[in-house]
């Protein structure tokens, strides 16, 4: 029962949209290579799995609660916040120095991560969530009223 409750909540004119922008890149990325001037490289299926990564993203982060991303946001923004730090000590085959800036996490058969990207969700989690607890305090105070 709770499956049927969390598919009629996905918005399917928002899903057929990104579905038929995916489709529409993905044709384009694939006609753009035929040219062949860069050499073997599919870079159309390598966007295939980045969107189709990205989807199941999507639907874990829309089962989740808002209760969930409150508990998740301290862990989250702690573990990018680490990752970020730990990225300049990390040796040049995990880390390679490009223009003399570790940037990224690179990662065999992966590819490349960039931990900035990730921290900015957790920081934007974190900052929802202390703005709502303050919200919540000031505002409604410790009783549950409203003050104004």
């Known amino acids: 029962m709770m499956e049927m409750t ?35 490289q ?7 799995v980045s969107y189709l990564l990205g989807f199941i993203i999507l639907l874990v982060v829309a089962y ?4 969930q991303f409150e508990r998740i946001a301290w862990p989250l923004y702690l573990i990018g916040l680490t990752t970020i730090v730990l990225l300049p000590l990390m040796p040049s085959s995990m880390a390679p120095s490009i223009l003399g800036a570790k940037r990224w996490y690179s990662f065999p ?10 921290f900015r ?3 934007l989690l974190l900052v929802s969530q202390l703005a709502h607890r303050h919200n ?3 505002l409604h105070g410790p009783s549950g009223q409203i003050f104004f």
Do not use: C, H
């Not at 058969?109 to 990730?118: A, D, K, N, R, Y």
């Open 6 to 40: 969390y598919l009629k909540r996905l918005d399917k004119s928002v899903l057929f949209i990104i579905g038929t922008f995916s489709i529409l890149s993905l044709l384009f990325i694939y006609s753009s290579q035929g040219i062949g001037q860069y050499g073997e």
């Open 42 to 48: 599919n870079f159309a299926l390598k966007q295939g």
């Open 64 to 67: 989740l609660d808002s209760d």
């Open 109 to 118: 058969f992966i590819g490349s991560i960039q931990p900035s990207e990730f």
């Open 121 to 123: 969700i957790a920081l």
């Open 136 to 138: 919540l305090f000031y």
